[in-house]
């Protein structure tokens, strides 16, 4: 569950230390990853509808061993009846298998329906949703899963990401400001240490970028043609990227690294797994999630 835009505050956050959460994510951040650590390879071009095999551009001598070949995504559903129920859900997808249809085989999904403690607070995602996804991700390496994901995408952000209201914890304002952008995808990355990219739907006010701002862009008669804009901030930092992943697509999704990957690798890999808006690994974690916590809710 991406993070919603909220400028108010919930009374139930009060009782909730978010100035030791500041620390932790600042602790967290120290060992935050920004650039390609791996050794797989990101396929150049997309598979065709028809067939099981990757074409990789300009690269035929590439060993299939090499490709990477298990992507995660993870998401959280909610209840329409109670916002504190919610289905974790990890599904992975195995990019060397298509199907018919020209999507990846899912060779992989686990779920869990939890009762989550803590509520929804501005900046402080991670702490409500990651718990039950690391437990997810935790289970299968206990298990020695064949299936482990090399790469996980979240649905949320990571350092596109909004900091939390600091002003309800000004004494430590020094560790706010070290901790911010941090998100989950971030989170969860540097936990489990995990490649991991945040996808985001909506874009929140980060540094001067606002959605807005980025939607007038693209929907300029100029730059009708382009897939792609750098989100570059005020403070002249790169945040992440807006990308149309689709060519009917007339909303962007955000992305942003979360850990132990570039940008540009994180662009690569999203537009490699895109066949609608949203990359499949995000889009079957949602989608299978809603479906589990509908069947299954009554079994709390």
């Known amino acids: 569950m991406e993070e919603e835009t909220s400028t108010s505050s919930s ?8 100035g ?12 935050l990853i920004l650039e390609d650590n791996f050794t797989w390879i ?19 001598d590439i060993d299939s061993n090499e490709l990477i070949r298990y992507v995660g995504g993870v998401d ?8 504190s129920i919610a289905c974790a859900s990890i599904v992975v997808l195995d990019l060397l298998q298509i ?6 085989q899912v060779v992989y999904e686990d779920y869990k329906i939890v009762h989550l403690q803590i509520p929804y607070i501005p900046g402080f995602l991670a702490f409500r949703e990651a718990p039950v996804l690391l437990e997810l991700l935790e289970k299968m390496k206990h298990e020695c899963s ?17 900091r939390g209201n600091w002003r309800r914890c000004i004494e430590f304002f020094h560790f706010v400001m070290n901790s ?5 995808a971030c989170f969860l990355g540097v936990t489990a240490d995990i490649p991991t990219i945040g996808i985001g739907k ?19 008669e100029e730059n009708c043609s382009k897939d792609l804009i750098t989100l570059t901030g005020c403070s002249g930092r790169i945040w992440g990227a807006a990308l149309r992943s689709t060519n009917d697509s007339l909303k962007p999704i955000y992305v942003s690294i979360g850990h132990r990957i570039s940008l540009e690798s994180a662009i690569k890999l999203v537009r490699f797994t895109c066949k609608y808006r949203v990359p499949e690994p995000v889009r079957q974690a949602d989608i299978r999630s809603r479906n589990f916590l509908q069947k299954n809710q009554g079994i709390m």
């Open 76 to 83: 959280l559903s909610f209840s329409k009846d109670d916002s």
């Open 202 to 220: 909506n874009l929140h006010h980060v540094d001067g970028l606002t959605q807005s701002g980025v939607r007038e862009f693209l929907e300029a």
């Open 99 to 104: 199907k018919n249809d020209g999507c990846f």
């Open 180 to 184: 911010l952008r941090f998100g989950l």
């Open 146 to 162: 064949p299936f482990y994901p090399q790469c996980l995408m979240v649905d949320g952000n990571g350092l596109l990401h909004p």
């Open 20 to 31: 030791s959460w500041i620390i932790a994510q600042d602790l967290l951040k120290r060992r």
């Open 42 to 60: 990101i396929p150049t071009t997309t598979t065709t509808k028809s067939s099981s095999q990757f074409f990789v551009k300009e690269d035929d």
């Open 11 to 18: 009374s139930d956050d009060q009782t909730f230390d978010t």
